[in-house]
């Protein structure tokens, strides 16, 4: 293990606009007057408030609190989804990312034609996706749905098949955010392996999860977020009782 925590967070703050209505360029024009009093005058979201805090290469993070505490935010900072931000973000590993059903797939493409696309989005090449294709196709286990458009998938073929994208491609971070909740009992079980596999390789994964069964499970450490601010951090037995 280096020195070097990594993932390193100094000062986090995320905030977003509260926007009062949506202009598209016309309304704007004709509107100009209410548009710039609601840009003077809007509210902000504070998602992250000051957050502080490092990750060590293997730890098995489970990130948890209330609905709308920042748990979805800093996984998205950490994984470069947000780039504007205040404070001091440092990540010194390939990334790969589980969070929103559907995230990141382009609705018309197939199922094997996302395969490639997200894994050359997360920095793969072509020729590595097509390489670790028929493992991805045998985990989603898509049937012919693997060559028809994902508009068409459900909520649990999409679940199957982002995993299977997420977790081929051996990443040194794993952030996964509810995945787990989603689809069958033997869906559960080929997770389980997978992201066993994964962490015995010395893969370092953050948790989202309302389950504390499964932050038990897969976790060590317990970080917990209270209105974007950490409330705790402390080993799973001691954060869970």
């Not at 094997?112 to 286990?141: H, P, S």
Request: hydrophobic letters at 40%; aromatic letters at 6%.
């Amino acid at each position: 293990m280096t020195d070097a925590p990594i993932i390193e967070i100094r000062g986090l703050t995320k905030r977003f606009a509260i926007e009062r209505r949506h202009y598209g360029l016309k309304n704007i024009l004709l509107h100009l007057p209410q548009y710039v009093r609601d840009r003077a005058n809007r509210r902000w979201f504070t998602a992250l408030d000051n957050l502080t805090l490092d990750i060590r290469r293997g730890e098995r993070i489970g990130l948890v609190g209330h609905n709308g505490c920042g748990k979805t935010t800093l996984l998205s900072v950490i994984g470069g989804v947000y780039r504007r931000y205040q404070g001091e973000v440092h990540v010194r590993g390939r990334v790969s990312m589980m969070l929103a059903l559907g995230a990141g797939f382009c609705k018309e493409l197939s199922g094997r034609e996302n395969i490639v696309l997200n894994g050359v989005l997360q920095g793969k090449t072509r020729r590595e996706m097509n390489a670790l294709m028929d493992d991805i196709v045998a985990f989603a286990d898509l049937g012919d749905f693997i060559d028809s458009p994902v508009y068409q998938y459900s909520s649990g073929m999409l679940a199957r098949l982002g995993f299977g994208i997420a977790t081929a491609i051996k990443p040194e971070i794993l952030l996964v955010d509810e995945v787990m909740a989603v689809g069958d009992a033997n869906f559960a079980q080929k997770c389980e392996r997978r992201i066993n596999a994964l962490l015995a390789g010395g893969t370092t994964l953050i948790l989202v999860s309302h389950s504390m069964s499964v932050i038990r499970k897969y976790c060590d450490r317990v970080i917990r977020l209270d209105h974007g601010r950490l409330a705790a951090d402390a080993p799973t037995a001691e954060a869970l009782g």
